[in-house]
């Protein structure tokens, strides 16, 4: 079954770290970009880290969240990867990955992706 799978949300205090996944199954995420988006309660959805094909390995952040996320992938476990240091209350929402081809560059609009997971929660709160 082709599907992805996050995993790693959580509640986490100001300032605290959170890592979160992407697991591909039933194809190989080597030749794909993924995009990384989020959605809180009431608000549109928005990209907030893109990264291309394994060939390629560019990424790109939302001005939100550069400096703080890393996105990387681990093609031997056929996992992305969105680190996430410094959190703060307006990170919380729903986090979703999906797939992007052509992989070329990164990409931010949810339109030029086409496989997504169901996300995975992420909650930053004292």
């Known amino acids: 079954q082709v599907q992805l799978v996050e995993s790693g949300g959580g509640m986490v205090q100001p300032g605290g770290s959170l890592r979160l996944s992407c697991a591909a199954s039933?194809?190989?995420?080597?030749?794909?970009?993924i995009g990384w988006f989020r959605q809180a309660s009431g608000k549109q959805r928005e990209g907030v880290a893109s990264?291309?094909?394994?060939?390629?390995?560019?990424?790109y952040y939302a001005a939100s969240v550069k400096g703080r996320f890393t996105i990387s992938r681990d093609n031997a476990k056929n996992t992305v990867y969105l680190q996430m240091n410094s959190l703060k209350p307006e990170d919380t929402g729903v986090y979703v990955c999906?797939?992007?081809?052509?992989?070329?560059?990164?990409?931010?609009?949810?339109?030029?992706?086409?496989?997504w997971g169901v996300g995975t929660q992420v909650t930053v709160s004292s």
């Open positions: 999906a797939t992007r081809f052509p992989a070329h560059g990164t990409s931010l609009l949810s339109s030029e992706h086409d496989l």
């Open positions: 039933g194809f190989s995420l080597n030749y794909y970009g």
């Open positions: 990264i291309s094909s394994t060939n390629d390995g560019s990424t």
